[in-house]
């Protein structure tokens, strides 16, 4: 990203956006709310910055997530076809209404606390496996596989089915510019996964939720094929892209932060407010879904004009001292109320109670059974995605 106009507004690097997206965010942020910049794609967005503003374009209905909304050769996003592409982050009301319905009471806090024993047996198994290692790589042996297994068993993925899953979707969200081919490879790689997939649920129907949006589709037709398919590829995708840098984020800060660390050890009853705290101090997702101006927007004091592309920065808003005191401190006790890490509004995450319980879960699990957990590397030493869009490690070694 770097920024077009105003003349004066400082330079954005990439790398650095990448490396420490606060910094950048915060310079952006205090020299004004809104800015004319250049995305990813090569092409004019406006990017909000401040708390406030943020929250109230989150909800603004002005603010379309349909790209037939974009100005005529004003946005470039990853070409999907039509069965992965008519998900929920491409959609309006009312079909954002009535698919929402359709799936938002498997996500609900009675259906999430019935997977909370799941998820304890899931992570105690990747520990146990851990254990007599000493060493590990924190994302590859438990970040990640622990949320693909829970959302997998939900849909009712089998086991053998699951092993390319972790590397299509690190193709299609933070693509290599070296390799452009393998985001292609992967789109094609989850379209017949999900196609073989449903064929399965339809031929041998199971108590999952795959299943039962199988039966949505052909029983009820309350489902477009597109959009069955669709949902699924969502619904996998975020069930476990965001929650694996969720859990590294969170478990890197608290490895930094000895005194944070030690609170949360000496009383486990913090855990749920630090998740929260922890998902606003670095969460996974910087910038919200890109949003399209339905007409003229005013926005702290700037007209983002109709057909645009519009950038909300959760990172940034995440860090306003106007919101937030002391923002840069991580506090696992401070009152968190309002964060925007999970959304705001009618498109506020889906899987919000399932996200916070494996996170809780996750942590709780690990600290407990690592009691001397600790980073195997210095800090300067991790890398971080070369994404924009995704803040998450691509390993943490720990030893314990």
Same mark, same amino acid.
């Given at each position: 990203?770097?920024?077009?106009?105003?003349?004066?507004?400082?330079?954005?690097?990439?790398?650095?956006?990448?490396?420490?997206?606060?910094?950048?965010?915060?310079?952006?942020?205090?020299? *004004?709310?809104?800015?004319?910049?250049?995305?990813?794609?090569? &092409?004019?967005?406006?990017?909000?910055?401040?708390?406030?503003?943020?929250?109230?374009?989150?909800?603004?209905?002005?603010?379309?997530?349909?790209?037939?909304?974009? %100005?005529?050769?004003?946005?470039? *996003?990853?070409?999907?076809?039509?069965?992965?592409?008519?998900?929920? &982050?491409?959609?309006?009301?009312?079909?954002?209404?009535?698919?929402?319905?359709?799936?938002?009471? %498997?996500? *609900?806090?009675?259906?999430?606390?019935?997977?909370?024993?799941?998820?304890?047996?899931?992570?105690?198994?990747?520990?146990?496996?851990?254990?007599?290692?000493?060493?590990?790589?924190?994302?590859?042996?438990?970040?990640?596989?622990?949320?693909?297994?829970?959302?997998?068993?939900?849909?009712?993925?089998?086991?053998?089915?699951?092993?390319?899953?972790?590397?299509?979707?690190?193709? #299609?969200?933070?693509?290599?510019?070296?390799?452009?081919?393998?985001?292609?490879?992967?789109?094609?790689?989850?379209?017949? !996964? !999900?196609?073989? #997939?449903?064929?399965?649920?339809?031929?041998?129907?199971?108590?999952?939720?795959?299943?039962?949006?199988?039966?949505?589709?052909?029983?009820?037709?309350?489902?477009?094929?597109?959009?069955?398919?669709?949902?699924?590829?969502?619904? #996998?995708?975020?069930?476990?892209?965001?929650?694996?840098?969720?859990?590294?984020?969170?478990?890197?800060?608290? @490895?930094?932060?000895?005194?944070?660390?030690?609170?949360?050890?000496?009383?486990?009853?913090?855990?749920?407010?630090?998740?929260?705290?922890?998902?606003? !101090?670095?969460?996974?997702?910087? @910038?919200?879904?890109?949003?399209?101006?339905?007409?003229?927007?005013?926005?702290?004091?700037?007209?983002?004009?109709?057909?645009?592309?519009? &950038?909300?920065? @959760?990172?940034?808003?995440?860090?306003?001292?106007?919101? !937030?005191?002391?923002?840069?401190?991580?506090?696992?006790?401070?009152?968190?109320?309002?964060? @925007?890490?999970?959304?705001?509004?009618?498109?506020?995450? &889906?899987? %919000?109670?399932?996200?916070?319980?494996?996170?809780?879960?996750?942590?709780?699990?690990?600290?407990?059974?690592?009691?001397?957990?600790?980073?195997?590397?210095?800090?300067?030493?991790?890398?971080?995605?070369?994404?924009?869009?995704?803040? *998450?490690?691509?390993?943490?070694?720990?030893?314990?």
């Amino acid at each position: 990203m770097s920024l077009a106009t105003p003349a004066d507004s400082p330079a954005v690097d990439p790398a650095e956006l990448v490396k420490d997206p606060y910094a950048v965010y915060a310079r952006l942020r205090e020299q *004004g709310p809104v800015h004319a910049v250049t995305g990813t794609d090569g &092409l004019p967005a406006w990017l909000i910055t401040r708390y406030e503003d943020v929250r109230h374009a989150l909800a603004d209905p002005r603010l379309s997530l349909d790209k037939r909304n974009a %100005a005529p050769g004003g946005y470039r *996003g990853m070409a999907l076809p039509p069965a992965l592409d008519a998900n929920l &982050l491409n959609m309006d009301p009312p079909d954002h209404t009535r698919i929402r319905r359709l799936v938002s009471r %498997a996500f *609900g806090p009675h259906q999430v606390t019935r997977l909370h024993e799941p998820i304890r047996r899931t992570a105690g198994r990747l520990l146990d496996a851990m254990a007599p290692r000493g060493r590990a790589d924190l994302i590859s042996a438990y970040a990640a596989p622990l949320p693909i297994t829970v959302i997998c068993d939900l849909l009712g993925v089998q086991e053998e089915a699951r092993g390319d899953f972790r590397s299509w979707t690190e193709a #299609l969200v933070s693509p290599d510019p070296e390799h452009p081919g393998r985001a292609g490879d992967a789109v094609r790689g989850l379209l017949g !996964f !999900f196609t073989r #997939l449903i064929a399965d649920k339809r031929t041998r129907p199971a108590d999952d939720l795959m299943s039962a949006l199988v039966g949505l589709r052909d029983e009820e037709d309350r489902l477009s094929e597109d959009e069955l398919t669709s949902l699924a590829f969502l619904l #996998l995708i975020a069930g476990y892209e965001n929650t694996v840098h969720l859990i590294g984020n969170a478990t890197l800060a608290l @490895l930094e932060r000895p005194d944070q660390l030690a609170a949360v050890r000496a009383d486990p009853g913090l855990l749920d407010n630090a998740v929260e705290e922890l998902a606003r !101090f670095d969460g996974p997702a910087p @910038l919200a879904i890109r949003r399209f101006a339905t007409e003229d927007v005013p926005v702290g004091g700037v007209t983002v004009p109709a057909g645009s592309t519009v &950038l909300l920065s @959760l990172a940034a808003a995440h860090r306003d001292p106007r919101r !937030f005191t002391d923002p840069d401190t991580l506090d696992v006790t401070r009152d968190v109320t309002g964060h @925007l890490a999970l959304g705001h509004g009618i498109h506020y995450c &889906l899987g %919000a109670p399932l996200a916070r319980a494996e996170t809780r879960i996750a942590l709780s699990a690990l600290l407990e059974r690592f009691p001397d957990l600790a980073l195997a590397v210095e800090p300067s030493e991790l890398a971080r995605r070369p994404s924009m869009r995704s803040r *998450g490690l691509l390993a943490l070694p720990v030893r314990y």
